[in-house]
């Protein structure tokens, strides 16, 4: 399995980034579609599983393996659909998700569009720095990536922007932990 993956990286790679495009495509034309994600979204359990597909994307960088970062990408972007419709919403999360769906759907200004590129060079950098082995580079990028994510929640969102704090936090920790572990590991080999 292994030998077949390592022959067929860039294609299974291509396959996951379509499959990627798709779902992008899918979410931001298809109104049920949206509605139906988001209403599952509302699962704190999707809020605390996103932050923890940073670490398979490090350890696919850091192996160098395009099919591995591809398709741990494609699981974080359909995640927030993965578990059921809770019973039971907190005002503050429904709030901060029905202000997360207008944000996404209204109107695009410079601003938006400037924050939304920060996106993909957060996942950019975060590759770099992994793929180049460096890892406290990538570190760094974890951790403004969270700071960042919580600033632009409250700023944007208020009160109900609080709500993402402490999935962000528990990710960030979890990651860190993860990150230093492998760091400790390769130092022992080494």
């Known amino acids: 399995m292994k030998i077949f993956l390592q022959r067929n990286d ?15 495509v899918l979410f931001l034309s298809n109104k049920e579609f949206v509605d139906w994600a988001y209403s599952r979204h509302q699962n704190v359990l999707s809020w605390y599983i996103r932050p923890l597909f940073i670490i398979p994307i490090c350890f696919f960088a850091y ?38 769906k ?19 060079l957060f996942f950019y950098l975060l590759i770099l720095a992994f793929w180049k082995r460096k890892l406290k580079y990538g570190i760094i990028i974890i951790i403004g990536a969270a700071v960042l994510k919580i600033i632009w ?38």
């Open 10 to 24: 860039k294609k299974i790679a291509l396959i996951f980034f379509i499959f990627t495009l798709v779902f992008l």
């Open 63 to 100: 192996k160098k393996s395009l099919c591995g970062m591809s398709l741990t990408i494609f699981a974080l972007f359909t995640s927030m659909f993965w578990f059921n419709t809770p019973t039971e919403v907190a005002p503050a999360i429904e709030e901060f998700l029905a202000f997360e």
């Open 102 to 120: 207008s944000y996404t759907f209204g109107a695009w200004d410079f601003q938006k569009i400037f924050l939304s590129l920060s996106v993909p």
């Open 153 to 190: 929640s409250v700023v944007f969102a208020g009160d109900s922007g609080a709500s993402i704090i402490k999935p962000a936090v528990t990710g960030l920790f979890i990651c860190l932990v993860a990150v230093y572990m492998f760091a400790r590991k390769k130092k022992r080999k080494s």
